[in-house]
């Protein structure tokens, strides 16, 4: 049973199978100087930056580097919250080593109110012209449980074990 509620026009609760999450409409849009503050934010995050890169909060220096570097040469989309424009993450395909990898990443005060499976099916629908989404890398470490969560609500189907960057996981195919 699917029980939606409208609320202060941006907001919408779900009620599903007993669990209520709320979802904040997103959109995916390029990277902007006024997300510099969020954005930084959210690479000094440790439980955000816990599965990605170095494994753990950059410095300020190399926070401000990464931004002005994303700044200069996007690659994946910035996440923003569809009616106030504010920056939430971001999502889709980065080429690394030379392998088309897709990923997200959002900063932690918007966790679990189903952004990450909204972004992907956005950047997916996107990307999906541009890319032979059969060649691009999705992996998810054994111990980011929402994540795969994300994977099994939007189908994606895992195709075998593997590590990278010194973690084990799974590597998952997109399906639309």
């Known amino acids: 049973m ?13 009620l599903l199978h007993g669990e209520v999450s709320l979802v904040i409409p997103v959109k995916l849009r390029d990277l ?3 997300d510099k503050t969020a954005v930084m934010s959210m690479l000094r995050d440790p439980e955000v930056m ?9 410095t300020e220096d190399e926070a401000n580097s990464w ?21 939430i993450g971001f999502c ?3 080429q690394i080593d030379g392998v088309f990898d897709f990923g ?3 900063r932690s005060e ?3 109110n189903g952004i990450a499976a909204k972004a992907c099916e956005l950047a997916v629908e996107r990307l999906s012209t541009e890319f032979d989404l059969d060649t691009v890398q999705v992996f998810i470490a054994d111990d980011n449980v929402a994540s795969k969560r994300v994977a ?6 895992a195709t075998h074990s593997g590590s990278k960057d010194g973690e084990y996981g799974g590597y998952y195919r997109i399906t639309m």
């Open 2 to 14: 699917c029980v939606q509620v409208e609320y202060r026009a941006s907001y919408i609760i779900q």
């Open 32 to 34: 902007q100087q006024k």
């Open 50 to 58: 816990r599965f990605l890169g170095p494994g753990r909060a950059l």
């Open 67 to 87: 931004f002005e570097s994303a700044l200069t040469n996007p690659t994946r989309f910035a996440i923003a919250e569809a009616d106030k424009d504010e920056f």
């Open 92 to 94: 889709g395909i980065k």
């Open 104 to 106: 997200y990443f959002i």
């Open 110 to 112: 918007f966790w679990g």
């Open 152 to 157: 099994q609500k939007l189908g994606w189907q």
